[in-house]
């Protein structure tokens, strides 16, 4: 069942400022631009970091994302500073200046568990939200607050208090692809990989799950708890069909079709296999199959393949344009200057932490 609510209301939570920060900028004063000239230093320096991306980098392009590597891992250790790289960033960023890398929630509890002063988020804006939830001590830099989300975006604080005028005692579980003030909104929190298990654990024979419906049918299907699922979508896994990924397998004998569950349920019914990224990559590495087709947004393909052997990969390139706005220039940018930092109202921050901690807390 899908609930009915649509509003147009922008949220106003996490203020994601595009301005220079005057508390990080106190802290951690801008520092000089360093040289981006491709020359020997820089190819010998950024060698063994090459190597890891070869495979899906041409080396025509190396002479330009090299400086950038080099001058990036430089200003960390300068800034105590670790960057948090989601499965969809690009190779260059994910294996070559990255500290952490893997699903949104992974992240931000690893970036909490280090020594580092700054978080620099690769990733979309409700990342780098529950990074400072997290770490609220900590500064958070995005290097584009214009990194959205569409399912995100697709519920707002005031949804979530209609839902509970709604449905009164119906508990309320956000996906953790959400923005601060929802998570604050709800009772619990949930990620692609502990759906099911936190529907379950409840103990209520109705959940409202938000804001992803695919999620939401597709755990639904497991289950004899009654979903009511809200309308949101991501942009990138909505878009498979299962008549695309039926041409792929007549093209492509033996094809291993691996579906993340934010597609629809008829393309997870379809596929060999479906998971959160991690479980789609950990797929991979243990089963190794000949030719594969990660049904998600096409930057995990390379990433995966950068550092696999002996598979195939078929890449239909549905990629996300907000992902795709943080580069490497960008994150030059973010640690020379100090911006853009993202701040939550701690009074939000301490619910939507509550609500993530339940989520751990049931395991």
């Known amino acids: 069942m899908t609930l009915p609510f649509q509003t147009g209301e922008k949220t106003a939570a996490s203020a994601l400022s595009s301005l220079a920060i005057p508390g990080a900028a106190r802290r951690f004063p801008a520092l000089p631009a360093p040289s981006l000239a491709w020359n020997k230093d820089v190819e010998a320096a950024t060698a063994c970091l090459y190597a890891r991306v070869a495979k899906v980098i041409p080396a025509i392009e190396w002479p330009f994302h090299a ?12 800034r105590n500073a670790v960057i948090l790289a989601h499965n969809y960033q690009t190779p260059e960023i994910f294996h070559c200046v990255a500290d952490f890398v893997g699903d949104s929630l992974q992240l931000a509890k690893l970036a909490a568990a280090s020594e580092a002063e700054v978080i620099v988020q690769g990733g979309v804006h409700f990342m780098a939200e529950t990074s400072k939830i997290l770490s609220p001590e900590k500064v958070v830099l995005t290097p584009d607050s214009e990194a959205g989300c569409s399912l995100a975006a697709s519920i707002t604080a005031a949804d979530v208090r209609a839902l509970r005028a709604e449905y009164p005692g119906v508990p309320i ?7 601060a003030e929802v998570k604050a909104e709800v009772d619990i929190c949930c990620t692609s990989s502990n759906a099911l298990k936190i529907v379950e654990s409840l ?13 939401a049918e597709n755990v639904a299907a497991q289950t004899k708890v009654k979903i009511l699922a809200w309308h949101g979508a991501c942009e990138v896994h909505e878009r498979f069909t299962p008549q695309e990924l039926e041409a792929y397998r007549a093209d492509n004998p033996g094809l291993t079709i691996i579906a993340h569950p934010e597609c629809p349920r008829e393309v997870v019914e379809i596929s060999d296999f479906a998971g959160s990224t991690a479980a789609m990559i950990d797929y991979v590495r243990r089963n190794k199959p000949a030719r594969v087709l990660l049904v998600t947004e096409c930057s995990m393909a390379d990433n995966v393949a950068a ?4 598979t195939e990969f078929v890449r239909p390139c549905n990629f996300c344009p907000h992902m795709k706005r943080i580069t490497l220039p960008k994150i030059l940018d973010s640690l020379l200057y100090m911006r853009e930092e993202v701040m939550v109202d701690p009074l939000i921050a301490e619910r939507a932490r509550a609500s993530v901690q339940r989520m751990i807390d049931v395991g």
Request: hydrophobic letters at 35%; aromatic letters at 8%; glycine letters at 6%.
């Open 67 to 78: 400086p950038y590597v080099k001058a990036i891992n430089e200003l960390k250790r300068e």
């Open 203 to 215: 103990g209520s024979d109705r959940v409202i799950m938000l804001p992803d419906r695919y999620l």
């Open 173 to 179: 579980v956000a996906y953790v692809n959400t923005s």
């Open 307 to 310: 550092e696999t052997s002996g």
